[in-house]
């Protein structure tokens, strides 16, 4: 019997209904019918039977058991964990083998969580379909043909196809988010800071953030309450403990109604599907119902978020991948001759296209006499962007949007590198101004088949509130 939330796999392990080693077997069973999709890089029988054991002994013998007892979590490999793989997805770090765990991993272990895989991405989080790891596409389960989103895509199957209860993404600019709406699942990407970094394998330092994806906002909040607060590994980890579980049940509406807005130049955006732009118009109309006041704001800033957005992550990544260069660990080539030579092949070998293409792109916006036409005016719009959305929450509670253009596409259908950097076009705001966001699954396309998500985005370390309010939303609509 395979459970779809963590609730429901907690209450019958304390009632004798199933246990944690049936609970693993059958979704490693699971894993290995629908391997086909190549959500996982990985499994980890051994470690997650062993661990299901430990948990099934505290539970005979009464002892004390974690907040997640039970819960099967796979993790996107690009998150260390001690004694087990991690490579981004790259040819260039093959084999190499984690030497401690992130603090995330570390924080569902102790509450005792069941890790069971690493999961597919793109290579080093970059991309927007999964089309970039070094080890295979993976398939939308909804439609093998199409993708699952990226970089979080095999996170994003493993939890639409029943693979694993939840899983950790992490999102620099929708990569949980955007894989969460063409799947059909809840992403959650946190305010930046509320969630320690230390673990993840760096793509934009000031844009990355682990993230949960998960059934329900429920589980989703669950998993945020384990993983959030500060951490002396990361000095950009400042929130404390966000106690999200606090007043669980309590209605949003019932603690007021809420100020909503929804970004006029994203609504009527000519790129945006028309069913996506309905099914938002129907939200509208039923929040209205519901008493809340829902209105349109000004946003001209529309055309400025990828392109800054690019300019910054991948001058980031430029400086970040540089220590994966053939010599300390991972890849090496054997071709290389001298030590110039090792440096050039190993990087070139071991790096995919696209790495490479953000590599190049960050080191020239970095590079002596690009920097200020480039980089600098880039952080001086980020500042701009941040600056108006906050001026926008100070006057609503959350801003409504879409979270992608488009229902999933087609493997290989979008060909040019610049028209799969506009996916992020609604999802890059909430990492550029590092404010909370979440993808819900309110939407499937005519045909009954492609899910697509709507996408809440609250004020900073304002997450307990917009879950609160994610999960009226889901109720209503």
Do not use: W
């Not at 992130?102 to 969580?113: C, G, H, S, Y």
């Not at 199409?146 to 996170?155: D, E, I, T």
């Amino acid at each position: 019997m395979i459970h779809h939330s963590i609730s429901e796999i907690r209450k019958d392990l304390v009632s004798g209904k199933t246990s944690c080693r049936k609970t693993v077997e059958d979704f490693l069973k699971r894993i290995d019918e629908k391997k086909s999709l190549n959500a996982f890089l990985e499994v980890f029988s051994e470690s997650a039977l062993k661990k299901a054991d430990e948990i099934d002994a505290k539970i005979k013998n009464s002892s004390p058991f974690g907040r997640l007892r039970g819960a099967v979590i796979a993790i996107k490999d690009n998150i260390c964990y001690k004694g087990h793989k991690v490579s981004a997805s790259s040819k260039i770090l093959e084999g190499f083998t984690s030497l401690y765990s992130a603090t995330v991993v570390e924080r569902l272990l102790k509450e005792d969580a069941i890790i069971i895989g690493r999961t597919n991405c793109d290579e080093f989080a970059m991309g927007s379909s999964n089309e970039n790891s070094a080890y295979g596409n993976v398939l939308n389960p909804h439609d093998t043909l199409r993708v699952p989103g990226g970089s979080s895509g095999g996170s994003a199957v493993a939890v639409a196809a029943n693979l694993c209860h939840a899983a950790l993404g992490s999102d620099t600019g929708g990569s949980i988010r955007q894989p969460a709406s063409f799947c059909g699942v809840v992403g959650l990407k946190p305010t930046y800071g509320t969630v320690s970094r230390y673990g993840l394998i760096a793509y934009a330092s000031s844009f990355d953030q682990i993230g949960p994806l998960t059934h329900s906002v429920e589980d989703a909040e669950l998993i945020l309450d384990v993983i959030a607060g500060a951490d002396e590994y990361d000095s950009t980890c400042v929130a404390p403990p966000l106690n999200l579980l606090l007043n669980k049940g309590e209605s949003p509406k019932g603690r007021g109604l809420k100020r909503i807005a929804y970004l006029k130049d994203c609504i009527e955006n000519s790129a945006l599907n028309p069913e996506i732009k309905n099914r938002i118009e129907e939200i509208i109309a039923e929040l209205k119902k519901q008493g809340h006041t829902v209105e349109p704001v000004e946003f001209p800033y529309l055309d400025y978020l990828v392109p800054s957005y690019y300019v910054l992550t991948t001058a980031e990544a430029s400086s970040n991948l540089a220590r994966f260069d053939g010599i300390r660990y991972g890849y090496r080539s054997k071709n290389a001759t001298d030590l110039e030579s090792t440096y050039r092949k190993s990087r070139s070998e071991g790096f995919g296209k696209e790495v490479k293409r953000r590599i190049m792109l960050g080191t020239f916006v970095l590079s002596s006499g690009y920097y200020d036409a480039y980089y600098s005016k880039a952080q001086k719009v980020r500042r701009i962007l941040r600056d108006k959305s906050n001026e926008i929450l100070s006057k609503y509670d959350f801003i409504l949007s879409p979270t992608t253009p488009s229902t999933a596409f087609k493997h290989g259908e979008v060909k040019d590198p610049i028209q799969m950097y506009l996916e992020d076009i609604f999802t890059v705001l909430a990492n550029l101004t590092g404010l909370p966001a979440i993808s819900l699954p309110l939407g499937k396309k005519s045909d009954g088949l492609l899910p697509f998500g709507i996408q809440l985005m609250g004020k900073k370390f304002g997450d307990k509130e917009l879950l609160e309010f994610s999960k009226y939303l889901m109720s209503i609509a």
